[in-house]
């Protein structure tokens, strides 16, 4: 089972090209429900990074939905079941990196699909899609 993976942050240059890509992929209406955002490290001077999720062996928001709406995937990572999802948040509030997203339309999370599509758009090699779950 392949997973996102972030190789390098330095490389990014907050194109948000994974962005655009993602929010094809997903369907949804516009790039702020992106599973993957480019953001500030701080200023200009210190760069940029990638909230994506990274893929956890273990995912802390699964095991804070009370719905089972989020279910641990194979390998790492997380399945999304909308119809089961209440809206409540607990999930975007577990996750460790920030990386559970939310559509205020929908009131409902935004959440990578490790589907890759994001790395196959990324021209400066930040992002890849690999086999192995990473540490959270």
Known sequence: MALLKVVDV???VGC???MFACQRRLGLGGVMQAAIYPRSRGG???GLTVVVCRG???P???SVCPTQAL???KGGGIIFLPQRCIGCGFCQEACPLGAIFWDNENNKP???IH???CASYCPHGVLSWEKEAQEC
């Open 115 to 117: 589907c890759g599509t």
């Open 44 to 46: 200009l001077s210190r």
């Open 110 to 112: 935004v959440v990578c």
């Open 56 to 58: 956890c062996k273990d």
């Open 71 to 73: 279910k641990p995937r």
């Open 16 to 18: 948000q090209l994974c």
């Open 60 to 62: 802390s928001c699964a």
């Open 10 to 12: 330095e490389r990014c």
